[in-house]
């Protein structure tokens, strides 16, 4: 894949997101690029991508999300270009989009309690944040994306912004989610564990507490009804 269109489509993301910063700081994150080397890069303070990505400063123009993702590419270009492969290996053939089951960006942010009723839920971990937006959901096949997906692809099923509900099906125990999620460094505004689960895993519910991530367990009898419902929240 060229140069241009992976800064295309990253560009596009960033640009269309609800909370541009946030997939600011995701790509910076994926990229392994520090806001420091990143501000050297593009010759600004590096409070500038701080501010950027925190929502202190308004949206970043299209011109400086070109500049941003340029500097992303080159610097990683630089490095050997490790993430760049990587990106090419996803979009062209990976498991991805097998172990991803529906995804979506809600125009309009939604409350964890709404996504909590639609999912049947039982919370595990943080039900003091029901009032906390959610700016859309991401359902997995967990033993899809936790045998066969790189740190890169699981970096993926965040979309366009990680405060989202990450939905994972098929579950059996609920550790192996979690630590998929601390490996990425990404923390989504929940997670919710569907599939035979007798009893959760106390390891999964003590790294939910410490990311400070709410974690729910879904009630729903299928994965198909789960996305039924979660379809209703469009």
Same mark, same amino acid.
């Given at each position: ?5 992976v800064?295309?489509? =990253? ?16 790509? #910076? ?7 420091? *080397?990143? +501000?050297?890069?593009l ?8 501010? !950027? @990505?925190?929502? #202190? #400063? ?13 500097a ?9 270009? /490790?993430?760049?492969?990587? !990106?090419d /290996? $996803? ?6 989009? @097998?172990?991803? $089951? ?11 309690k ?6 049947? &839920?039982?919370?595990?971990?943080g039900? *003091? ?5 959610? !700016? ?14 790189? %740190? =890169?692809?699981?970096?993926?099923? !965040?979309?366009?912004?990680t405060q #989202?509900?990450?939905?994972?099906? &098929?579950?059996?125990?609920?550790? +192996? %989610?979690? $630590?998929?999620?601390?490996? *990425? ?12 689960i /007798? ?9 939910a ?5 709410? =974690? ?5 009898? *299928? ?12």
């Open positions: 894949m060229s140069f241009e269109k800064a295309l489509q =990253l560009a596009g993301e960033i640009v269309l997101a609800e909370a541009p910063g946030v997939v600011m700081r995701k790509w #910076r994150e994926i990229f392994e690029i520090s806001q420091k *080397t990143l +501000s050297r890069k010759k600004v303070s590096s409070s500038v991508i701080s501010d !950027y @990505e925190s929502g #202190r #400063r308004k949206s970043p123009g299209v011109k400086l999300v070109s500049r941003i993702v340029r992303l590419i080159k610097i990683d270009e630089e490095k050997g270009g /490790k993430i760049l492969q990587e !990106y /290996k $996803l979009i062209g053939g990976s498991k991805f989009f @097998e172990a991803i $089951l529906a995804i979506k960006e809600f125009p309009e942010p939604r409350k964890i709404n996504l909590f009723k639609a999912v049947h &839920g039982e919370f595990l971990v039900e *003091t944040n029901l009032n906390n937006n959610v !700016y859309g959901y991401t359902v997995i096949d967990s033993i899809k994306a936790i045998m066969e997906l790189s %740190p =890169l692809e699981l970096s993926m099923i !965040y979309g366009a912004t #989202r509900a990450l939905i994972f099906t &098929g579950v059996k125990h609920g550790r +192996s %989610p979690m $630590l998929a999620i601390k490996l *990425t460094s990404l923390k989504p505004s929940m997670v919710v564990l569907h599939g035979p /007798k009893e959760p895993d106390k390891l999964g519910i003590e790294l507490k410490r990311e400070r991530i709410p =974690l729910v367990l879904s009630h729903v009898e *299928t994965v198909e009804k789960l996305i039924e419902n979660l379809r209703g929240l469009d």
